[in-house]
């Protein structure tokens, strides 16, 4: 007779352990929902495991995109945190709707790009290569080692204490 081939998902649920489409939609929603509340708790963990001050801190996936909430001791705490959120794989943008205690201005933000490192960048924003170990005390305890960036890793860049 030979091989034929049929449409797997298709014709009658003879076995009984078919699904229907909706069944099978609201299974992956399900499980959709099961993993955005994971990749949120872990934020939130890497989050409070690094120290940051954010008073009720609350995080929300969807998809490739991440929500927090909270209140941030500091402004500095405050661009760190989503850092810490951006900077993870899987998530491409993070809408911020985090207050500060203390307002302060904000600092501006770098995408590492292949071939720079903390000294080209420091001379771009400060005119100094030398500055480099501003950029790094600035995106701590994120960055554990000034030779260790990466392309699309994004920096807080703080202004310069005059």
Not at 45 to 73: C, H, K, P
Not at 77 to 92: D, F, S
């Amino acid at each position: 007779m030979g091989l034929f081939s049929f449409i797997k998902n298709a014709g009658a649920k003879v076995f009984g352990i078919g699904k229907t489409t909706a069944e099978e939609a609201a299974e992956s929603a399900t499980l959709k929902a099961e993993i955005a509340k994971e990749k949120a708790n872990r934020l939130t963990n890497a989050i409070e495991t690094l120290g940051f001050e954010v008073l009720d801190l609350n995080i929300e996936v969807n998809g490739d995109s991440a929500i927090i909430w909270g209140q941030a001791n500091s402004q500095e705490t405050r661009e760190k945190a989503v850092l810490v959120i951006g900077n993870t794989e899987g998530i491409a943008t993070v809408d911020d709707r985090m207050t500060v205690v203390i307002p302060a201005p904000e600092a501006q933000f770098h995408t590492v790009v292949k071939g720079e490192y903390l000294s080209k960048i420091a001379k771009k924003y400060y005119g100094n290569a030398m500055k480099y170990p501003v950029i790094f005390e600035a995106n701590k305890p994120m960055l554990t080692d000034p030779d260790k960036i990466y392309p699309g890793q994004v920096l807080r860049i703080p202004a310069l204490d005059k």
